[in-house]
């Protein structure tokens, strides 16, 4: 149970939620491999081979060694990828293939931080181009994501600029906190994956989502709440129980490109506001 409406006399909270199993139920960057598919961005084999990587993402989760060698092959399948092209893509497909996927109790749980006063940041591993709409789409205040390197050419280069995973996720959090005066003990934290721990660590309330086995274990060793999220819900079903409008996403990383690509995402939010 949440605390109630934050006292503004105190210093500012947040609440940081991982993504992949924790707000949706799947991987966002695997779930896009048939658009990118379709888009020509990838062939078959590459698209095979990703539905099989979600499988076993689905299945139990990634470890360490996974996770490095799934960063590896995906920074060389994007390589030479425009990213603009990856954002029209990205911006056309995403309520079709995200909205549907957005856990119930996790839609819940953001409406209550920000009634609450509380920012809502979207901590994740998967790529910006990919993170920041599905922000904006949720309503979060803030997004953090690996960012990849684009050349001259608008072109991914295949190499990491910035990579929100494991010690990196707690570190963004850290800096958060320091520009934005969140008070930590009294900040919130969610995922689904030990990899997180360092994450998890790093505020007051530390909550194991859908948790593997090894964050189970730390979580009933520490006594940390355990949430079981499994009830997928289309955002546009949960319209008319809106409480607050959703805000916009002041992302952490790069601004999300040229008005075309995110007309789509405008037209979703003054609609959801006029609703609300």
Known sequence: MLRGVENHSLPRAAA?????????????????????????????????????????FLAGGLDHDQMERMREYL???CRGWNVQQV??????????????IIYDEAASLVEEHHTAGRDVVIVST?????????????GADRVVATRMVVGDDGCF??????????????EAIRELAASEGYDLERCYAYSDSATDLPMLQAVGHPHAVNPDRALRREAVARGWPVLEFRHPVPLKKRLPTLSVPPRPALVAA???GAAAATAGLVWYANRRRSTA
């Open 157 to 170: 280069t295949g190499e990491v600029e910035y990579y929100a995973y494991g010690p990196t996720k707690a």
């Open 126 to 138: 998967s790529g910006a181009e990919v993170v920041e709409p599905i922000g904006e789409l949720l």
């Open 87 to 100: 954002r029209e893509i990205v911006a056309e497909t995403l309520h079709d293939l995200i909205d549907p």
């Open 254 to 256: 790069a601004a999300i």
């Open 16 to 56: 940081f939620f991982d993504l992949d199993k924790t707000v949706i139920a799947k991987s966002s960057t695997l779930t896009f491999s048939k658009s990118f598919y379709q888009g020509g961005l990838i062939n078959r084999r590459a698209a095979l081979r990703t539905a099989y990587a979600q499988f076993v």
């Open 75 to 77: 920074s060389t399948l």
